[in-house]
Every structure is written in structure tokens, then in C-alpha cells.
């Protein structure tokens, strides 16, 4: 499975929708929401995502 592999190496794949779609449940954020911590960050390693988005919490 891809997405096996993919969260096994640690990277989060967001070429496809399909693997956005995982990575941004699996974060628990929107799609936008994961493609803006991967510009901001400048790295797909789910570490640095997941830091990113913890320290980054949008309150509503």
C-alpha cells in the first residue's frame, strides 16, 4: 500500500489528491491546510508538517 510505505519513510506525499486527502486526515487539517504547512515549511518529512501544525493552530 502507498500510503504504508509513504507514513513508514515518514514523507507525506501530497502529488495526488487521493494521498492529500490521507496525509490531511491523518493530520486532522484541511487539504489547504496541509499544502500551506508544506510551503511554509519547505519539507514534506511528517515531523516537520506535524510540528509545524501543532505550533501553528489556527483558533476560530
Known sequence: MKFA???KN?????????????WAALLGV???RLK???RA???V????IK???TD???HS
Do not use: M
Not at 515518514?10 to 490521507?22: L, P, T
Open 56 to 58: 501553528h493552530v489556527q
Open 5 to 7: 510505505a509513504s507514513r
Open 36 to 38: 500551506s504547512a508544506v
Open 10 to 22: 515518514k514523507i507525506v506525499d501530497v502529488a495526488e489528491e487521493k494521498s492529500r486527502s490521507y
Open 30 to 32: 484541511s487539504v489547504e
Open 41 to 43: 515549511t519547505r519539507s
Open 51 to 53: 510540528a509545524y501544525l
Open 45 to 48: 518529512e511528517y515531523p516537520v
